[in-house]
């Protein structure tokens, strides 16, 4: 692990716990060399295969999901921890699924769930990339149906 602040190797660990529901473990480190305090967390690492649509196979990597989620979410009243919450829901679904290889559209899917639940508008942003809208019909039928079946709690206004 390198330092944020000086990029040095050397640190030590001075607080270790379960975090996240006992789904990860947060570490403080400080750096030898500078001092700064900084923190980790370590995840299990999945065994899990994404199966993209071009056919390549590539490891389930939870921070693009996440990274996915932020842009989405960009500006909007989400919290990183309701993101983080979402990132372990579908990880946990997907691990519970015992599949070693999923398609990417299926996790396309569960994102774009999760986006419903949360928030209208960065469900209709991911939705437009996701989906690859060319019209401004196809972007102007995801407010409409959005808005349909608001749930109250992402409901488009």
């Known amino acids: 692990m390198k330092c944020p602040v000086c990029g040095s190797p050397k640190d030590k660990v001075i607080d270790s716990r379960s975090s996240k529901?006992?789904?990860?473990?947060?570490?403080?480190?400080?750096?030898?060399?500078?001092?700064?305090r900084y923190t980790t967390y370590e995840y299990i690492e999945s065994s899990l295969m994404v199966v993209k649509k071009d056919g390549r196979r590539e490891?389930?990597?939870?921070?693009?999901?996440?990274?996915?989620?932020?842009?989405?979410?960009e500006k909007r009243p989400i919290s990183v921890d309701q993101l983080e919450e979402a990132v372990r829901t579908i990880e946990n679904e997907l691990q519970a699924g015992g599949a070693v290889e999923i398609g990417s559209p299926v996790i396309g899917e569960m994102i774009m769930k999760a986006l419903y639940q949360l928030d209208g508008v960065a469900y209709v942003r991911f939705a437009s990339v996701y989906r690859s809208f060319r019209e401004v019909s196809e972007f102007a039928e995801a407010v409409k149906t959005f808005a349909e079946k608001g749930n109250g709690r992402g409901k488009a206004k």
């Open 21 to 36: 529901n006992g789904e990860a473990i947060r570490r403080r480190r400080e750096c030898l060399d500078c001092r700064h």
């Open 59 to 73: 490891p389930f990597d939870r921070q693009k999901i996440l990274s996915g989620l932020k842009k989405a979410c």
